[in-house]
């Protein structure tokens, strides 16, 4: 049984529990209020599942599922901190908490992850059933956004190597609509300047968000990078700006 009770709570809603964590469990869920609501909304989540119909899955989609399962962890609901125990060492009943406390993304994480743990990819004929919980994190490494847009199978690079050595490396995938660019050796901007990257559609440069300090840099783009038709870093004030400066851009690449 988990040390956490809390964690129980989608295996609880899956019927997923032996008949002795079932019994501590719902003496638990009686006093719990956050515990009752995670219950209720992966019942939700569950009941949406058993309304699907089954179709089969393309293998782009197979990868990502697989891929996503692996990174995917279930959170436990937040209670006070050093909450009281009863008597049978489980926390005792939690002092009401406000929505503010969970929050929706908290909810929706969980859902997610719950959802992820009951989805069955077919493998030559076989059902194969992935809990995202698992401990033994060997056997599924978590990919970084580099390793990851890499992998994909329409990954395109764009090197470009600057007069003083520096180095800037952008990966992007269409598919994944994701987009990386990695720096090495890059010099600072200028005092009271930073640089920015921009994603180009048509003739309208879109911020893909600034550049932190440092020379070796991994920088994911914000943005469209699958409809973009171009990229480019600018050297633009403190904070960044709406639309680029009419200075020379550091680096301007055309996607092809």
């Given at each position: 049984m988990s040390d956490d009770?809390?964690?129980?709570s989608g295996a609880y809603a899956v019927d997923a529990l032996?008949?002795?964590?079932?019994?501590q469990f719902e003496r638990h869920l009686a006093g719990c209020e956050?515990?009752?609501?995670?219950?209720?909304?992966?019942?939700?989540?569950?009941?949406?599942?058993?309304e699907t119909t089954m179709t089969t899955p393309s293998a782009e989609l197979r990868d990502r599922v697989l891929a996503g399962i692996a990174?995917?962890?279930?959170?436990?609901?937040?209670?006070?901190?050093?909450?009281?125990?009863?008597?049978?060492?489980?926390?005792?009943s939690p002092a009401p908490t406000t929505p503010s406390t969970r929050g929706p993304r908290r909810r929706w994480l969980t859902m997610v992850a719950a959802a992820a743990a009951v989805v069955a990819v077919g493998v030559g004929g076989t059902v194969v059933a992935q809990q995202p919980w698992s401990?033994?994190?060997?056997?599924?490494?978590?990919?970084?956004?580099?390793?990851?847009?890499?992998?994909?199978?329409?990954?395109?690079?764009?090197?470009?190597?600057?007069?003083?050595?520096a180095e800037a490396v952008l990966y992007r995938s269409p598919s994944l609509n994701e987009a990386v660019v990695v720096t090495h050796d890059m010099g600072p901007a200028p005092d009271g300047k930073v640089y920015q990257a921009w994603l180009q559609h048509d003739d309208t440069m879109v911020s893909a968000g600034l550049m932190p300090e440092g020379p070796d840099n991994v920088v994911p783009l914000q943005g469209d990078?699958?409809?973009?038709?171009?990229?480019g870093i600018t050297v633009e004030p403190a904070g960044g700006s709406v639309v680029p400066s009419k200075e020379k851009p550091v680096l301007l690449v055309e996607f092809t």
């Open positions: 009770i809390h964690a129980l032996d008949d002795i964590e079932r019994a956050a515990c009752r609501e995670e219950v209720d909304g992966l019942r939700e989540t569950a009941a949406l599942l058993a990174t995917v962890r279930p959170l436990p609901p937040v209670v006070p901190p050093h909450a009281p125990t009863t008597g049978e060492g489980l926390p005792a401990e033994d994190s060997s056997e599924a490494p978590r990919l970084s956004a580099v390793d990851r847009i890499k992998a994909a199978d329409d990954v395109q690079t764009f090197r470009h190597r600057f007069p003083d050595g990078p699958a409809t973009a038709d171009g990229f």
